[in-house]
């Protein structure tokens, strides 16, 4: 896991065991989140997001601001987790929509960024796309 953003970490399913999270966003759909023990759900003191997202198809988009809110929120009461199955696509496709809010980077500056913190990602070209179009709307 690798943090982000002050008090946002990106990362992988197997992360949501840690304690150190008071607020989890899980991007993974339904038969993925079923297939793995959700500490989460079992934690009536973790604020949960589910965010319900195939990884290669489009509707990432659909999700940016309900994410962008979640961490807003949620960071005041501790750290963010945002992951996806293994935290090298739909998490770092997200971040760089929430760095690039953050710190007003351009889509190349904020996608570069994430790159750098995150190398072995293999973000969706869809996702990009949507980030890119999201954030000329903003």
């Not at 960071?75 to 760095?99: E, K, M, T, W």
């Amino acid at each position: 896991m690798i943090e982000v953003l002050p008090r946002l970490f990106i990362g992988a399913a197997e992360d949501r065991a840690n304690p150190r999270f008071k607020a989890v966003c899980t991007m993974m759909t339904t038969a993925e989140i079923s297939s793995l023990p959700n500490y989460c759900k079992l934690c009536p003191d973790i604020l949960y997001l589910e965010v319900p997202i195939f990884d290669g198809r489009p509707g990432l988009g659909l999700y940016l601001d309900t994410i962008n809110s979640f961490y807003n929120n949620a960071g005041r009461f501790g750290d963010v987790l945002v992951h996806c199955r293994y935290g090298q696509s739909r998490s770092p496709a997200a971040a760089i929509y929430l760095n690039a809010l953050r710190y007003g980077y351009t889509y190349d500056e904020a996608l570069k960024f994430i790159k750098e913190l995150v190398p072995n990602c293999w973000i969706y070209d869809g996702y990009l796309d949507e980030v890119k179009s999201k954030l000329l709307t903003v």
